[in-house]
């Protein structure tokens, strides 16, 4: 499941484990190095195989496994069965975090700093250039450009805007530990992002800034009056 995906599935996803028998079959079937079958999993937790099928096809239902059909024991051809249904892990990836914490993105924006540093960049040059261009990439997904859409981009980044006057204000920050031991490269990177937001949204007048205040994100958003 995408990180950015929305809360509540997620949650519903982790939920989905709170069951201990489901999360028995849940862990003994990411465990084995094949994809399992119901009467497998069922003997392996020693549970009547109605029981096992019913909270594999929930753990499906959750986006937690994922199920594929294939004969079993090599047979081929006439008379060889009809195949089996088969439970293996979701390929999709499923993270909860509260508040949230975004550290794929801000180590897809260091990967693609150093990249960029191949061409004889400064490496804080780059880093600001990778996090200003997937910043636009990801405002340039917003269906209109302005501050309604830009401050929920924002949201869907885990920043948790809140708008006062002329100014948004960033109530989380997604990068927050590597904030705490990487101050100045972390925070120059969040401005760098936010901004390319703000362009990549097209939002008119916004400004990002460093501004740390305790209790906030270190980025305000400075919107001129009358855009």
Known sequence: MDPGSDLGSQAASVGALA?????????????RS???????????????????????ERLVEAGLLATE?????????P????????????????TVSLPERRYDLVGHILAR???LTRDGRALDDAIHAAAAESGREIGGTATSDDLPAFTGVLAGQGF??????DTVLLANCPFDTLAQTHTALVCGLNQ?????VADGVGCPGATARLEPEPGWCCVKVRVSRGS
């Open 160 to 165: 948790e805007p809140r708008v006062e006057d």
């Open 69 to 77: 059909f294939r004969r079993l024991g090599g047979r081929s051809g």
């Open 19 to 31: 069951d201990p028998t489901r999360r028995a079959l849940y862990e003994y079937v990411v465990g």
């Open 192 to 196: 760098a992002f936010v901004q390319g």
């Open 113 to 115: 700093g150093v990249e």
């Open 79 to 94: 008379g060889a069965g009809r195949p089996s249904k088969l439970y293996r892990r979701a390929d999709a990836q499923v």
């Open 34 to 56: 094949a994809p399992v079958g119901r009467e497998e999993s069922a003997s392996a937790l020693d549970l009547p195989v109605h029981t096992a099928k019913f909270h594999l």
